[in-house]
């Protein structure tokens, strides 16, 4: 079992929808979590970070852990076509990002 | 204020030789990490590298190895490479433990 699972996708949704990608993970010794968006041939960029149980919202972008639930989120509301990109969840174990394998949003104008 | 910069784009070698890809870090930032991110395998750890030392490395063999110079910036190399080696290299620094900042990637391609 990977220390992090997130679904591949492709999710397609129309533009405007909310989008909600998830990530769960079995490491309780997980401190930060973070949501990256990644463009085609295009390294990482960081959206957002937390690290503590609740909610975190930033424009457009909420981001949601449980850590009762070993269960992330983030919501991306009115979803525009330049939001189509691979976005990655990803954890810390000290000094080391644990990815999940990132989730392919495909956002239809 | 620049991100983080990594060279060259793209490299093509072949099976046995060596790879060297180079990494410049945000200013200010003394951590600079390697992940590979092959087809279908997401991004995995290679090598935590800070103020000079490797600190941590993935579950990589160890004809992977780098350095970091003085300015920070960092050095990767694969020796006798495979062609399951092919992959985009990617390149973050941070000034504190949390969040890495990604450089655009250098694509090795082992034929």
């Known amino acids: 079992q990977k220390e992090v699972e997130q679904d591949p996708g492709p999710l397609s949704v129309p533009e405007g929808a909310i989008v909600s990608l998830n990530c769960t993970y079995s490491?309780?010794?997980?401190?930060?979590f973070m949501w990256y968006r990644q463009y085609s041939r295009k390294g990482p960029e960081l959206l957002m970070y937390?690290?503590?149980?609740g909610n975190k919202e930033d424009g457009r972008f909420t981001a949601q852990v449980d850590k009762s639930s070993k269960y992330i989120s983030l919501f991306i509301r009115d979803s525009q076509p330049s939001d189509s990109a691979t976005y990655l969840c990803?954890?810390?174990?000290?000094?080391?990002?644990?990815f999940g394998a990132g989730t392919i949003l495909r956002v239809k104008s | 204020e620049a991100g983080v910069t990594q060279s060259p784009t793209h490299l093509i070698k072949t099976r046995g030789q060596q790879a060297t890809l180079r990494c410049s870090p945000i200013?200010?930032?003394?951590?600079v990490y390697w992940y590979q991110q092959a087809l279908g395998l997401g991004l995995q750890f290679l090598l935590w590298?800070?103020?000079?030392?490797?600190?941590n490395r993935g579950n990589f063999p160890p004809r992977f190895s780098g350095r970091q110079f003085p300015n920070y910036s960092s050095e990767l190399n694969v020796n006798a490479l495979e062609l399951e080696d092919s992959a985009l290299y990617l390149c973050?620094?941070?000034?504190?433990?949390?969040?890495?900042?990604f450089g655009p990637g250098t694509r090795l391609t082992v034929t």
């Open positions: 490491n309780s010794a997980f401190q930060y």
């Open positions: 200013s200010g930032h003394t951590s």
């Open positions: 937390t690290y503590s149980s």
């Open positions: 590298y800070d103020e000079g030392e490797e600190r």
């Open positions: 990803a954890m810390t174990e000290g000094n080391k990002l644990v």
């Open positions: 973050a620094s941070s000034l504190a433990l949390v969040a890495g900042y």
